[in-house]
């Protein structure tokens, strides 16, 4: 079974400091992949995804991830962060033709402090 | 639409009490799911559906049942709560197996 790390589980930042919050995945094979945020109280919701094509990915909010295969990585980014940003991001990978469900990561919650 | 919902948004067991989380959906999807979320265990998925009629195992199923009678609808039951089901709950549906998943707001579940 494919597994997902997350490598940060808690970041703490400034406003305008730049956010790198990493993710790798265990399966060799084709897979489509996913951060997702958890804003205070809230659901969860997609940020971005990777499908095929341009491995640079460009999410909601300023957000992007990159997709590198031979890393088996697919790490999240934002040049500049902002309070708002603060909450929890989760990575998942979907293998094709493997699980109907994609598994999650443990999540990093991020706190950016004004 | 409304989505993916939710009910009850909070919820109080004695340990040994059962009660069923239900979770709807509007969008016509075919896949469902229920995660789990504890601190610092991230989401773990307990089941998950690919249509009307068909349920399966996730990483976390004991002490949980499913059932699938509808597309829009797919509860939870808790059968014999315990405290270490103590959690937050979340329904999430997707339209195929590939896309992105909706989340519902989550249920948040004390078994004392």
């Known amino acids: 079974a494919q597994s997902v790390s997350q490598h940060n589980h808690h970041v703490i930042l400034s406003e305008a400091a730049s956010l790198e919050l990493g993710c790798n995945y265990s399966?060799?094979?084709?897979?489509?992949l996913f951060w997702y945020v958890q804003y205070p109280g809230q659901h969860l919701q997609l940020l971005l995804k990777y499908f095929s094509g341009d491995p640079l990915v460009k999410g909601i909010k300023g957000f992007e991830a990159e997709f590198i295969k031979s890393k088996f990585s697919f790490n999240l980014r934002k040049p500049s962060v902002q309070w708002s940003d603060t909450a929890e991001y989760f990575c998942a990978v979907k293998t094709s033709g493997g699980s109907y469900i994609p598994t999650f990561g443990r999540g990093t919650s991020l706190i950016v402090h004004p | 639409n409304a989505g993916v919902t939710q009910t009850p948004k909070f919820q109080v067991l004695k340990t040994g009490q059962s009660m069923t989380l239900q979770c709807a959906q509007d969008m016509n999807h075919e896949y469902m799911s229920w995660y789990r979320q504890d601190p610092g265990m991230g989401l773990r998925l307990i089941h998950y559906?690919?249509?009307?009629?068909?349920?399966d195992q996730g990483e976390v199923p004991n002490g949980y049942n499913v059932s699938r009678s509808t597309t829009e609808d797919f509860p939870l039951r808790l059968l014999s709560a315990a405290p270490s089901q103590t959690s937050v709950y979340f329904c999430a549906s997707s339209y195929g197996e590939d896309n992105e998943q909706f989340f519902g707001p989550g249920t948040r579940l004390t078994v004392l």
């Open positions: 399966y060799g094979g084709t897979v489509n």
């Open positions: 559906s690919v249509g009307a009629g068909i349920t």
